[in-house]
């Protein structure tokens, strides 16, 4: 029977992790040249996640990523790292394929996952527990869905043990993947550093360019509202592990 104890709860809140699951959007429409680069991406992308946020991360088959968090609050602002590093890229793709719009207008759909974790390890690439099972179902339904519609209503995705979460997070997704769908590759990039909490005038010195146009970027792509619904998903994971 499940356990009712608001002791043990909490506690359990307190142990919640977060993994995200995710797969590049129509990968066959990369050509050669596309796929070398994706690669290249993943390894950068990779190695500033460990570094720079402490969340593990594997490819796995050249399309598909994996991480797992210890802070599940953080989970939605590595969520729009991931997708705006993806839509940044300059990644050429085969003219004439179906699913090539696709992919340069959302480039990645992504899930959290939001549970406990029965087993990490890092060295052996082993995520073992119920959020791992949710944001990799997420992901294989929704890529399912995709190969036999052709279509896409959404892609970014949430699921928790905790029910609250879930729906309180899946509006504030919702409005965030028409955000971004609409952002350019530079925006993107903007965006990008943003979220990685550099200020605007560190990111016009990465890339050299004036603070005025890393403003104007950061307007267009809607950073005030981006910066808002990530802050907001962060306190609710927050007050429910308090």
Not at 91 to 112: E, P, Y
Not at 179 to 207: D, M, N, P
């Amino acid at each position: 029977m499940p356990v009712k104890s608001l002791n043990l709860n909490n506690l359990y809140h307190i142990n919640m992790r977060a993994t995200i699951s995710g797969d590049i959007i129509a990968s066959t429409s990369l050509t050669d040249k596309g796929r070398e680069t994706l690669a290249k991406g993943f390894r950068r992308l990779i190695r500033v996640l460990k570094k720079e946020h402490g969340v593990y991360a594997r490819v796995i088959k050249g399309d598909y990523i994996e991480c797992y968090l210890e802070n599940p609050e953080e989970a939605l602002r590595i969520v729009l790292i991931i997708k705006t590093f993806i839509k940044s890229l300059s990644i050429n793709t085969r003219s004439g394929v179906i699913g090539v719009r696709h992919f340069k207008i959302h480039g990645i759909r992504l899930a959290m996952g939001l549970g406990s974790i029965t087993r990490f390890d890092a060295r052996r690439g082993i995520i073992d527990g119920e959020a791992i099972y949710m944001s990799g179902r997420l992901i294989n339904l929704n890529t399912k869905v995709y190969k036999e519609r052709k279509i896409i209503k959404s892609t970014l995705f949430i699921d928790s043990s905790q029910k609250q979460i879930t729906e309180e997070s899946e509006p504030l997704l919702a409005l965030l993947d028409v955000i971004i769908a609409r952002c350019t590759a530079r925006q993107c990039e903007v965006l990008y550093h943003r979220l990685s909490g550099k200020s605007e005038a560190e990111v016009a010195k990465i890339l050299k360019v004036s603070q005025p146009t890393i403003n104007q970027h950061s307007t267009a792509a809607g950073w005030n509202a981006i910066e808002k619904t990530v802050n907001r998903f962060s306190t609710i994971i927050k007050n429910l592990k308090s």
